[in-house]
């Protein structure tokens, strides 16, 4: 998760111990959702999910997100 989703180097922003538990929960369901939309992509198709690269599944997500959040994580 810390390869593919953060890049190699970076670490936690968040300097408070709450917010550093908010921050690695939104990485995991980040994960989560990305794993998720694996197995539907793969179900729908009659592929096995591990077929599907995950970076690859990251890198397609990455290019359709046309509007980033509009508050400061």
């Known amino acids: ?9 970076r670490i936690l ?11 690695i929960w939104a990485s995991l369901l980040t994960h989560w959702a990305l ?10 198709t009659g592929i096995d999910p591990d077929r599907i690269k995950f970076l ?11 509007d980033r959040a509009a508050f400061s994580p």
């Not at 998760?1 to 180097?9: A, F, I, V, Y």
């Open 56 to 66: 690859g599944t990251v890198r397609i997500v990455r290019r359709s997100v046309t």
């Open 1 to 9: 998760m810390k390869t593919h989703l953060r890049g190699p180097g």
């Open 35 to 44: 794993c998720t939309l694996i197995c539907t992509a793969a179900t729908a």
């Open 13 to 23: 922003r968040s300097r408070i111990p709450e917010l550093a538990y908010q921050e």
